[in-house]
């Protein structure tokens, strides 16, 4: 079965083509500035033939089109004819309360998306576009939604709850959801697989540590806490985010003149490593090299950043009674023995004691921690777009 994987956000739109015997990636890219100007077309064949290009497309229709010419092209492409697209699997960000799984998208569940467009507003429009754009373009292919949130719906009560009158949560559906879950089930399914046990048998701590940064506690592949909330705003300190804040804050800057919107953006764009180290970027690299040269705040930010993050693994340590493995994702967890470095030894009180020569690993799975550790540290590299195409096999294989 050939899969396409579409994740589309407000002026981008990311695919990946797979055969699916053999997980076979056969092309991916993305079309960036869509609607802008200067729209650019990144495209990349599994046999390394790379295309970067200038591109004319106005909006995710155009760009939809396009990325179908290119899968079609004698010269760079790799399917025959569109035909040979079995189904499409699409990244969802907010499920809300009724999408607990992937699932074959039917008006109804168009209409479940387009009702979370409040919880989640700059990325749900989008998605549902993608889809549309899809039904479009490939009358009769089916269309997966496989939701961000989807993986944390077995959380209990308690940990979802704000402890605000209920009927806030009844009435207009504010609870956490979490997010990054097809990062977060990918490493748990892949960890388990790389440790040759059975899901159900692991309790494992799953941190995805990029842009965007969350962390899960994970009981026998049901999650039973994670660190985002009702927005992707809430948990640790990421690139941009300011995570965990006294809601009160936000309260007493509206009231000194800050407008909502005001506040929202500095506390989504302009906060976390940027905000605190105030060096105009939020990227890991550039606040590691400003702190091995002796910048105060990028230290400031960098300790803030690991103080959090041990913080969310001791507590979710005790919630699971114990956990089997600490997993690092994403691009600062798969990429930096530095930031692991700092965070392993910081764990010594449960266990987990770092080995310096394997935490030398990037980018690929590697036990980190020593053979004597009871609670292991694994990088584990994520990758969401396979787990959106397996996920719309198992929907379409109606298991
Ligand atoms: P996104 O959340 O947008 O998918 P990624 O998972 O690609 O982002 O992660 C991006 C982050 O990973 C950036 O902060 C980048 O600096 C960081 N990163 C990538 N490689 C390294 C590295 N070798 N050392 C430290 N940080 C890294």
Excluded at 54 to 61: C, I, K, M, Y
Aim: one cysteine or more.
């Amino acid at each position: 079965m050939k899969v396409l994987v579409i994740n589309a956000g407000s002026s981008s739109l990311k695919f990946t083509m797979y055969r699916m015997s053999g997980e076979q990636m056969l092309a991916k890219g993305m079309i960036e500035r869509i609607g802008m100007e200067k729209p650019q077309l990144k495209y990349e064949r599994h046999d390394g033939l790379k295309i970067n290009e200038l591109v004319a497309v106005g909006n995710h229709d155009d760009a939809l089109r396009l990325v179908c010419e290119k899968l079609v092209d004698p010269n760079c492409g790799v399917l025959r004819s569109l035909a040979d697209v079995q189904a499409i699997g699409h990244r969802v960000v907010h499920g809300g309360e009724k999408c607990h799984d992937s699932v074959r998208v039917t008006e109804a569940i168009a209409e479940n998306i387009r009702e979370c467009f409040a919880l989640a507003p700059l990325h749900n429009p989008p998605n549902l576009g993608a889809i549309e754009a899809c039904e479009r373009v490939f009358p009769g292919v089916t269309n997966v939604a496989v939701f961000d949130t989807a993986f944390h719906s077995s959380m209990p009560a308690e940990s979802y709850l704000f402890a605000i009158p209920y009927e806030y949560y009844t009435k207009l559906g504010i609870r956490k959801y979490g997010f990054h879950g097809t990062s977060h089930k990918y490493v748990t399914y892949a960890t388990a697989d790389f440790l040759g046990k059975p899901v159900y048998s692991l309790r494992l701590i799953t941190c995805h540590l990029g842009n965007g940064c969350s962390v899960a506690a994970v009981n026998s592949g049901n999650v039973l806490d994670t660190s985002m909330g009702m927005t992707p705003l809430m948990g640790l300190v990421m690139g941009t985010r300011c995570g965990d804040i006294d809601p009160a804050v936000v309260l007493h800057l509206i009231k000194q003149g800050m407008t909502a919107d005001e506040v929202d953006a500095m506390l989504n764009k302009k906060s976390g490593l940027l905000g605190v180290a105030g060096l105009g970027t939020s990227d890991m690299r550039d606040i590691i090299s400003a702190v091995e040269s002796g910048h105060t705040r990028a230290k400031q930010a960098l300790e803030m950043f690991i103080h959090r993050l041990v913080f969310y693994i001791g507590a979710y340590h005790t919630l699971l009674g114990g956990a089997d493995a600490v997993v690092f994702t994403g691009g600062i967890g798969e990429n930096s023995a530095y930031i692991r470095g700092r965070i392993i030894p910081r764990l010594n009180a449960i266990g987990c004691h770092l080995d310096p020569e394997k935490n030398q690993v990037m980018g690929k799975a590697a036990i980190v921690s020593t053979v004597d550790s009871a609670v292991q540290a694994i990088v584990m590299p994520t990758n969401e777009e396979l787990m959106i195409a397996r996920e719309t096999v198992r929907v379409i294989k109606g298991n």
